[in-house]
């Protein structure tokens, strides 16, 4: 829920939660791109952590990318992959 910058943290801190665009997102821009963020998709890895998608714990199927988010720390280049199985059972 996006309010406008009006949340505020027990900190007193301003909290955005998501911000509207007004532009849709370029796809084919993030495509390749590993530190790009996007919801679903094709994930893009870094050179040395390529991995297949994994597997659902529960009925073994593989499982779809819900989310890719950048997640920089410090000098280190983080990437988080989050992903969810579409099978209704599970």
């Known amino acids: 829920m996006w309010?406008?910058?009006?949340d505020i943290n027990e900190k007193?801190?301003?909290v955005l939660l998501l911000q509207p665009t007004?532009?849709?997102p370029n796809k084919k821009s993030n495509c390749g791109n590993p530190s790009a963020s996007f919801l679903g998709g094709t994930p893009s890895f870094f050179e040395?952590?390529?991995i297949d998608h994994p597997a659902c714990n529960i009925c073994g199927k593989e499982m779809y990318l819900i989310i890719q988010m950048n997640a920089p720390f410090s000098d280190l280049d983080?990437?988080?992959?989050?992903?969810?199985?579409?099978t209704a059972s599970c």
């Open 22 to 24: 007004s532009k849709k």
């Open 78 to 86: 983080r990437t988080m992959y989050v992903y969810g199985c579409n």
């Open 48 to 50: 040395h952590a390529r």
């Open 3 to 6: 309010a406008g910058g009006k």
């Open 12 to 14: 007193g801190e301003s």
